[in-house]
């Protein structure tokens, strides 16, 4: 008996292979989720998402996925979740590019991020998303983006000429690792040591080529540094959060890249959360674990499909 030919689809989505067999023979395979790729959201080249439908009765939950790389780099292709554990639970997956602050400092890169969110939520119909069950993820510079949208108050505009722009931003959760509480040199220079100011992120959200210009203009750029670090906005009321980090405890930091996403960050807003009531969760392995949830997809699944 002659053997069935076979084909396969091979899709590369974040750096994971997801693969899917079909048969001449065999029984049908479901097609793959849509994907909609490079949609422009905003007025920007940069302003684009993939969106990944998932299938099943009624609007879909929705995860957002922000990507890091310190504002200043990074690409909505890496390092992001495993889309096909969402879709299998009846999850649809955006991912986001946006403005970098080499050529767009703050507020572009993390108001590019808001408005995706709020563009989402305008295509709720015609993409069949529930816009009551939204999610944020990402990791560093994404988690920080993701972490204020999370805990700021909603950016909607009721009375903007920009239909886009009357939506909400609120979410229903996020989970996030590695990610900055604060990106104010005056605040986490104390937290880290001296090393984490070596990081290129501080001083280029704010527009400054070097560290030390960053510091010598710091009441220019105070505002800024306030306005966008995630610890500033946290209050009871704020949906719950999950943050995962390393566990090199070493104070001071050891230099750029380790003060840049140590676990400080999440033990300082964790403490501050902790105070007000907020819901939130730190894992740390060897040091700290949430009591509720096992891992971040569990946590994400609770908060969407709830």
Known sequence: ????????????????????????????????PIKKAEVSYGPHA???????????????PLLVYIHGGGW???????????????LDKGISVAAVNYRLSG???????????????????????????????????????????SMWLL???????????????????RVQGAAVRGGQTSIDPKVIEPWLGPNVLKHRMINMAVGEKTMEGALENYEKHKALYVEFSPYNHVSKDDPPLFMTYGNDMTLP???????????????????????????????????SKSEKYASANEFLFAVLLE
Not at 46 to 60: I, S, Y
Not at 269 to 287: A, P, R, T, Y
């Open 1 to 32: 008996m002659q053997a069935s030919i076979k084909s396969s689809i091979i899709v590369v989505l974040f750096g994971f292979v997801l693969s899917t067999s079909s048969s001449r023979a065999a029984d049908a395979v479901a097609p793959l």
């Open 46 to 60: 940069m302003n684009v998402l993939d969106f990944w439908q998932a299938e099943g009765e009624g609007p879909r």
């Open 72 to 86: 200043t780099g990074g690409d909505k292709s890496k390092s992001g979740p495993k889309i096909q554990d969402f």
């Open 103 to 145: 050529d767009f400092p703050l507020p572009v890169p993390v108001h590019d991020a808001a408005r995706a969110v709020q563009f989402l939520r305008y295509k709720a119909k015609e993409w069949n998303i529930d816009k009551k069950h939204i999610a944020l993820t990402g990791g560093s510079a994404g988690a920080c983006t």
């Open 151 to 169: 805990l700021h108050d909603d950016l909607a505009d009721p009375e903007s000429k920009d239909p886009v722009l009357r939506e909400s931003t």
């Open 253 to 287: 930091s050891k230099d750029a890249g380790h003060g840049i996403h140590h676990p400080v960050y999440g033990v300082k807003l964790k403490e501050k959360s902790d105070s007000l009531g907020h819901e939130c969760h730190l894992v740390i392995s060897g040091v």
